[in-house]
């Protein structure tokens, strides 16, 4: 077997196999990952689609493009994370601690948002059910430390 072969041999195998593996690495989907610790992680574009993540932990994680349609996080920690851009249309948004976290451009239709911490949190641009930015004002206070944005002008919440 000549080197030219033999490189698109290896090519195509180790494609396929990195793929693969790639694939399994960031597709949580479905899965029950309860009390899972992904904190501090680059978790850029990774899948939690109708995946079960009850007192998960991602405090300081980037979650930039993650989805997390239908998922239930139910007591996680998201505290400062950055999840510009994510989608988290009809999942459990329950008793969650998002302080200081970074919800740019959200995509959170038809999501259950009830009981949850958002002292600092940045909301600018998130797409949202009427109802749900009503009551997340209702506590909304704070400065973003990482965007210097106010809580509840990233809201458009009514002044007081």
């Known amino acids: 077997m000549n080197t030219f072969t033999s ?17 399994a690495e960031y597709d949580f989907s479905g899965s029950n990952q309860s ?14 689609n109708r995946a079960t993540l009850k007192r998960a932990k991602f405090h300081d994680s980037k979650l930039t493009a993650a989805i997390f349609s239908g998922a239930d996080l139910t007591g996680a920690d998201l505290s400062r994370a950055d999840l510009t851009g994510a989608t988290l249309d009809r999942s459990k948004v329950i ?28 909301f600018t641009d998130a797409i949202l059910d009427r109802a ?3 009551q997340l004002c209702k506590t909304a206070t704070g400065i973003n430390p990482v965007t210097k944005r106010e809580t509840r002008k990233s809201l458009n919440c009514p002044r007081n």
Do not use: E, H, P
């Open 7 to 23: 490189l698109v041999l290896c090519l195509g195998l180790c494609a396929s196999g990195a793929v693969l593996a790639q694939r």
């Open 35 to 48: 009390g899972r610790d992904f904190s501090k992680q680059n978790l850029t574009r990774y899948k939690f």
């Open 95 to 122: 008793d969650v601690k998002m302080d200081g976290a970074i919800l740019v451009d959200i995509l959170g239709l038809g999501a259950n948002f009830k009981g949850v911490s958002i002292k600092g949190a940045d």
């Open 132 to 134: 749900t930015v009503t």
